[in-house]
């Protein structure tokens, strides 16, 4: 069974909040596919990723890459994990049915929007019924995380 982390954000963008997450993944040797809902969005956090320490930036690619097997972090809009990645990262309230096939899953999603979080709430219903181990994690003012379950 895959670990799922739900990182329910409430003071700080995904913008803010997910380099700092992708951060401690490359940090720990693993490689990280980040699923998103649209092109413009993928683009918006490319542009994050390479920007968001002034002293240095996450490698990655996206789905437009020429060489998305040898990208260590990996922005697509569609299902796939051409690095053999061991993270799924799901934004914008996206799904997934190839959860299994990887180790962890963060499931980042907007608390202050009404529809984000009750989409939320049924795939934790979903992924606890499949039998996954889950965690969550709320956003505190600071920026960090608060372990809530």
């Not at 409430?10 to 809902?37: C, E, N, Y």
């Not at 019924?129 to 994690?137: K, N, P, S, V």
């Amino acid at each position: 069974m895959t670990d799922i982390s739900f990182y329910h954000l409430l003071h700080q963008p995904l913008t803010s909040a997910l380099p700092k997450l992708l951060d401690k993944v490359h940090g720990a040797g693993m490689k990280a596919v980040i699923r998103v809902g649209s092109e413009e969005r993928m683009m918006e956090l490319d542009e994050v990723l390479w920007t968001f320490k002034p002293d240095s930036f996450l490698p990655h690619g996206d789905m437009k890459c020429k060489y998305p097997d040898q990208q260590v972090i990996y922005l697509t809009t569609e299902e796939e994990n051409p690095a053999g990645a061991s993270v799924l990262v799901l934004v914008d309230s996206m799904e997934s049915t190839l959860i299994a096939d990887y180790d962890r899953c963060l499931e980042m999603f907007d608390g202050r929007n009404d529809e984000a979080t009750a989409a939320a709430r049924g795939r934790w219903k979903t992924y606890k019924e499949a039998g996954h181990t889950l965690t969550y994690w709320q956003q505190t003012e600071q920026g960090g995380w608060s372990k809530k379950a």
